[in-house]
């Protein structure tokens, strides 16, 4: 056998065999994804000069691997989450939305400032700001996962004021259908309303329809989601304005004429409130009045 310093060795390591077709196999015959994944991350660096940025897609490939170098080349050339560390399509802060996808990508350029950029924004979600730059630089530096950074910062560190009023409030400004989308889809798992059942005023913009589910669970519980992390994303565990025409409340002037306005109002246990809520259906709802 040749000695273990060799360097003409083909080995089943991702991260030290050749690039060649024989390295592939060595490494396909270890049946591993996250070593394939690996391996084509090499390929795309060493050979493309190039660094990944949309993990999902290099996970996806590492799960059908493609049969040969040849192949994984061709893939490469025309891979659209490929990326030259410097170029246009590095990654913007302000634009990425609050997701590990996001996060994956700044960490994959390699550039602290950029992450940490990113990162004040999800700071600021949990409704902190920051107040030592060189340890949040330090907090920024060591982000591994938005799960880890989203356990950290509910933890609220020292490096950072803290207002737990504005932690997860969905302000209604720009944010991503990504971020609005999986809010729905949480507050939808955890509460005992049919998210099928959405009145028709609430179900067409999405913003309304993460107040609406918001309410209820918030009514229902009385507490907003215990979590600001789900599936990869921070997500908001607060509605907007109370004002807001698709949320949920015990006051029966404002509160949606649904059954979960009307369950909210008599939570209150007070019949003058029942009786306004009642009102404003036959007003409204049935044109009449008492």
Known sequence: PAPSGASCIVTKVAATTFLTDEGYQAVLSRH??????????????????????YATALQEMAEKPPPSMYDIRALLASADWLCTAG???QPVPSDEPLTNEALQRFLAFGNV???????ERAVAHFGGAVLDAPAFRSFAAAAASMEAVASALAARPAWASWDVSAACLYDGGIVSNESLGLTVEYACSQTWFNCGSLPDDCSEDLGDTADYVLSVYSNERGAPLPSCYYKGALVFSHT???????????????????????QAVLRSGSADKASIFVRRVIAERLGASV
């Open 240 to 262: 907007r304005s109370v004002s807001a025409a698709c949320i949920v409340t015990g006051d029966p002037k404002t509160t949606p004429l649904t059954d979960e306005g009307y």
């Open 32 to 53: 591993v994804v996250d070593e394939t994944a690996a391996f084509i991350a090499r390929v795309a660096r060493e050979e493309f000069g190039a660094v990944v940025t």
């Open 87 to 89: 170029n246009a399509c």
């Open 113 to 119: 400032a950029l992450a940490a950029e990113f990162l």
